[in-house]
């Protein structure tokens, strides 16, 4: 539940381009409780239990395909946005941020890819990386939501979105299907 309600919230955030809520969300560290009894105290982006998540055995996608499922079983949503499509452009779009900021690591494997099963994610990386590039204020504040300043994004570019790109879809298999990182970020982006 957590889960969803902060991708709903950081595709929301997305949408009304509210970088403070936007930042809140991707650098508070969250209490989580784990099946085991632990406890861990990490931002979003670092919360890897979230992404894989344990009720559907570590699998991740049946849990994407439920957030891009939200819209026609929770009718509350209609509220926020206009159609469904603009929710999964959203949601897509956070996810995408989410996996940049993931990719910053160097260590361990790369985030779930799950903004390649949101409907329009090749739609979604176009106009979240054509906006990166094209408008200097978004850039700043996407860059400042993720803790980085609009110099070190535009200079990492190029090794983050190698690592985002390199993540797999899984389930029974793996895959690097799907929408990836253009690079440079004005490029348009491709589907493998």
Known sequence: ????????????????????????ILREPIEVEHLN???SHLPFPSQR??????????NAIPAIQYISGLWQRQVHLHSFWESE???HLNAGKFLMVVAL?????????PLYPGYRLMPPATRAMN????????????HENIAKSMDESATSVHQNWTKWVARANS??????????DGV?????????AEEW
Do not use: Q, T
């Not at 239990?49 to 570590?58: A, D, I, R, V, W």
């Open 127 to 138: 106009s979240l990386c054509g906006k990166l590039a094209s408008d200097n204020s978004y």
């Open 1 to 24: 539940m957590a889960w969803r309600l902060l991708i709903l919230m950081g595709a929301k955030a997305m949408a009304d381009d509210a970088f403070n809520a936007l930042g809140v």
């Open 167 to 176: 993540a797999e879809l899984g389930s029974g298999f793996f895959s690097g």
């Open 101 to 109: 900021m993931d990719a910053r690591k160097e260590d361990g494997y």
């Open 49 to 58: 239990k979230l992404f894989y998540p344990e009720s559907f055995l570590g």
């Open 37 to 39: 009894g632990r406890f």
């Open 85 to 87: 499509d603009e929710h």
């Open 180 to 188: 990836h990182f253009p690079d440079p970020m004005d490029s348009r």
